[in-house]
């Protein structure tokens, strides 16, 4: 098994662009998180998904941030218009059905 | 007051030492995770428990709910064990992860 795949694992913007960040979790895992992380902040969750079903996006930022899976294999976390304190890595985790978290390396996201 | 407060925040200690690193928290929890971080950035899950204690090579957990304390040790620590470990909760039926400041360790040859 490959693991959590994530793309790209770095990615350069210019302020105002749209950044797409790809994740494919683990085969049979049947809920997937997207994390960002700072040094200020530390860990923080923006997302989950159950199932392919949103179940909680309290920590989505704002409105600029979406997340989808259109199925259980992918999913995509879109920032639009990408600001500078967007600059953070961004990490999808697959989780197990007994909870347990497989992180993907993480795309670090800089936003000049 | 943070949710899951980790203790030291930093630590370093020479190769060989056993290291302790605590995590405590004010919520009640249906598991609790320990997280390691190396310096290439990639996070590693090396415990999920509820109770009692865990073990894996020389690293261990241990739980105390009534307290909300956890623990996580290293035994023989060496070199490549430097990285940052955070301690994270999950509240309830919940899935999301409520995550500690992470603890810097470094151990020096």
């Known amino acids: 098994d490959a693991g959590v795949i994530q793309s790209p694992r770095h990615e350069v913007t210019e302020m105002g662009q749209e950044v797409t960040l790809r994740c494919k979790p683990i085969?049979?895992?049947?809920?997937l998180f997207w994390y960002r992380q700072t040094m200020m902040r530390g860990l923080e969750l923006l997302i989950y998904?159950?199932?392919?079903?949103?179940?909680?996006d309290s920590g989505m930022p704002e409105d600029r941030f979406s997340a989808k899976m259109p199925n259980a294999s992918f999913s995509t976390l879109k920032i639009q218009p990408s600001e500078p304190r967007d600059s953070a890595v961004y990490f999808c985790?697959?989780?197990?059905?007994?909870?347990?978290?497989?992180f993907g390396p993480g795309t670090r996201l800089t936003v000049t | 007051k943070n949710e899951v407060e980790q203790s030291p925040q930093n630590l370093t200690a020479q190769e060989g030492e056993f290291i302790t690193i605590n995590c405590s928290y004010s919520?009640?929890?249906?598991?609790l995770h320990w997280l390691q971080q190396h310096p290439g950035g990639g996070i590693v899950s090396l415990f999920m428990?509820?109770?009692g204690k865990k073990k894996h090579g020389r690293l261990i957990a241990t739980i105390n709910i009534q307290e909300k304390h956890s623990s996580l040790h290293i035994t023989a620590s060496h070199p490549r064990d430097s990285a940052v470990y955070i301690c994270a909760v999950r509240s309830g039926g919940a899935q999301k992860l409520v995550f500690g400041q992470g603890t810097r360790l470094t151990i020096n040859p």
């Open positions: 085969s049979g895992h049947n809920s």
């Open positions: 919520v009640g929890i249906s598991a």
């Open positions: 998904f159950n199932n392919n079903v949103p179940i909680d």
């Open positions: 985790a697959s989780i197990t059905p007994g909870g347990r978290q497989y």
């Open positions: 428990l509820s109770s």
